[in-house]
T-cell receptor, first 112, second 115 residues
């Protein structure tokens, strides 16, 4: 079974500053990795995904993530955040079955 | 992607009652998933619903408490039975991408408060 650890429960950041959200997973098999965002009072929206190939993946809204197999990490980054990026961010892992395992989430609060 | 709608969007219920949540998808899908998101927490998979067969429940969830129907390839319902305040959560349905790339698309959720 796989597990997902998001190392930061809350990340306050100033507008136009960079942000990094950390995610580590544990799995002995190949994985698919995802980052989702949940804006207040909304469902989850897919930001980006890693399936195979290039370890740097780009997603929507200027986000990118880097897959590091040796460190079993999939950290999410954005070079310059906006107020509208205030949301909950979830890292998720899928292995050979169809189920997604989610991390506990990271709350990003962007301040002016 | 898939467009998913849920009804109701929110509800306030009395303990001991039951609520049925509907999930509608704009395309035919094999598997639909039901999740619970307790206040301030992550998503936990309740069950997987396949058309034409009984739902498969995760550890800690039972059919008597969360009966699920899947009458066709675009629709599913989740019932939260004999509710208690501990059932206050957001309930989300999702479907897997038809491209086979593993991501799931989520409905907007149903916010349930049990008094």
């Amino acid at each position: 079974a796989q597990s997902v650890t998001q190392l930061d429960s809350q990340v306050p950041v100033f507008e136009e500053a960079p942000v990094e959200l950390r995610c580590n997973y544990s799995s002995s098999v190949s994985v698919y990795l995802f980052w989702y965002v949940q804006y207040p009072n909304q469902g989850l929206q897919l930001l980006l995904k890693y399936l195979s190939g290039s370890t740097l993946v780009k997603g929507i809204n200027g986000f990118e993530a880097e897959f590091n197999k040796s460190q079993t990490s999939f950290h999410l980054r954005k070079p310059s955040v906006h107020i509208s990026d205030t949301a909950e961010y979830f890292c998720a892992v899928r292995t050979n079955d169809y189920k997604l395992s989610f991390g506990a989430g990271t709350t990003v609060t962007v301040r002016a | 992607s898939a467009v998913i709608s849920q009804k109701p969007s929110r509800d306030i219920c009395q303990r001991g009652t039951s609520l049925t949540i509907q999930c509608q998808v704009d395309s035919q899908v094999t598997m639909m998933f039901w999740y619970r998101q307790q206040p301030g927490q992550s998503l936990t998979l309740i069950a997987t619903a396949n058309q034409g067969s009984e739902a498969t429940y995760e550890s800690g969830f039972v059919i008597d408490k969360f009966p699920i129907s899947r009458p066709n390839l675009t629709f599913s319902t989740l019932t939260v039975s004999n509710m208690s305040p501990e059932d206050s959560s957001i309930y989300l349905c999702s479907v897997e991408s038809r491209t086979g790339t593993g991501e799931q698309f989520f409905g907007p959720g149903t916010r349930l408060t049990v008094l």
